[in-house]
């Protein structure tokens, strides 16, 4: 039998309870047809709560946001490096093909680069903000457009 179709079987389960915790359930379910339902849904909770069992929800939810850390942590560095590497490029590219002054020159070292790309970030940045929210709420709204229609 495959995997896919034992995760869709239903296996009976025979549980033996004290009296005071069937009247409890009994109260809870409302009615009889109810109780196997709530019986399940009191075992997914119990299983859910229980991180340390491979493939339960808490497990996954655990592992997939210390990955996304970590790959969040692992791009910031490579974008830090990139961004570096970027203005030590530009920098030799400057001054090898413009011609300048030495006081000029002084200004288009790496560091030189990056402070100007610093500063003209504060100055526009709350236009670029302005610029990305709007993408976002006109991506997000056509989105939910498209959710509407399907649905």
Known sequence: M??????????????????????????????????????????????????????SRRYFTGVFRDEVRLLRRELGWHLTLITLL??????????STVEMDEQSARTFTASGILKIAEERLVESGWKVRMRVEAATDDAELEEQRQKDRAG
């Open 86 to 95: 970027l203005a030590e490029m530009l920098s030799l590219l400057i001054r």
């Open 2 to 55: 495959a995997k896919s179709d034992l995760a869709r079987k239903s296996q009976r389960v025979t549980v033996r309870m004290t009296g005071p915790m069937v009247a409890n359930l009994r109260r809870l379910a409302g009615t009889e047809r109810r109780i196997g339902e709530e019986i399940r849904n009191a075992i997914r909770l119990y299983l859910d709560d229980k991180g340390q069992i491979t493939g």
